[in-house]
T-cell receptor, first 113, second 112 residues
Framework: KNQVEQSPQSLIILEGKNCTLQ??????????LRWYKQDTGRGPVSLTI?????NTKSNGRYTATLDADTKQSSLHITASQLSDSASYIC????????????FGRGTSLIVHP | SQTIHQWPATLVQPVGSPLSLECTVE??????LYWYRQAAGRGLQLLFY??????ISSEVPQNLSASRPQDRQFILSSKKLLLSDSGFYLC???????????FGPGTRLTVT
């Protein structure tokens, strides 16, 4: 069964600090992995998308890594800002014929001043 | 550039009433379209997806239905709402069915 597990479930940090969110998956065969940011009451917005051959991808202060061998990904946020407070969702897609991506439950990040 | 619209933004409906949520995409042709529901504190649940006009696949058996009357229009409906239908409904589109999805602003539905 395809699964995506994210940790921690929630995280509180101080403004200016760095943090790392984790995503482990069992989706196979792997197509791509995406990280989304979802502000409360809004639709998710894409941060990064990585295919099998990509190990790292950055988007401003967000850097995602992918280890396809261990089926793990991380999202590192540098110099956090209050606006980083949101839910971060890991999504993995397969090319097995199904159009259905597998979503993680998300990590809720709160940045305090 | 592409834009996705959803309306209404918020909706409060009594149990047993009908539902119609609309989603439209601008700036692209033949998009793949999706309806998701997100319950409070839960992850996104795929409800329906469509790869073309009149082609609808349902992922979760329930009292909801979807239709795609035009290439860039996706409608979520119900004849009789249940309390359990409350949630945040998101429409999304993609070029590649296996690729990145772009989400709309969502509709907050409260069934009372």
């Amino acid at each position: 069964k395809n699964q995506v597990e994210q940790s921690p479930q929630s995280l509180i940090i101080l403004e200016g600090k760095n943090c790392t969110l984790q995503c482990n998956y069992t989706v196979s065969p792997f197509s791509n992995l995406r990280w989304y940011k979802q502000d409360t009451g809004r639709g998710p917005v894409s941060l990064t998308i990585m295919t099998f051959s990509e190990n790292t991808k950055s988007n401003g202060r967000y850097t995602a890594t992918l280890d396809a061998d261990t089926k793990q990904s991380s999202l590192h946020i540098t110099a956090s800002q209050l606006s980083d407070s949101a839910s971060y969702i890991c999504v993995v897609s397969t090319r097995s014929g199904s159009y259905i991506p597998t979503f993680g439950r998300g990590t809720s990040l709160i940045v305090h001043p | 550039s592409q834009t996705i619209h959803q309306w209404p933004a918020t909706l409060v409906q009594p149990v047993g009433s009908p539902l119609s949520l609309e989603c439209t995409v601008e700036g692209t042709s033949n998009p793949n379209l999706y309806w998701y529901r997100q319950a409070a504190g839960r992850g996104l649940q795929l409800l329906f997806y469509s790869v073309g006009i009149g082609q609808i696949s349902s992922e979760v058996p329930q009292n909801l239905s979807a239709s795609r009357p035009q290439d860039r229009q996706f409608i979520l409906s119900s004849k009789k709402l249940l309390l359990s239908d409350s949630g945040f409904y998101l429409c999304a589109w993609s070029v590649d069915p296996f690729g990145e999805q772009y989400f709309g602003p969502g509709t907050r539905l409260t069934v009372t």
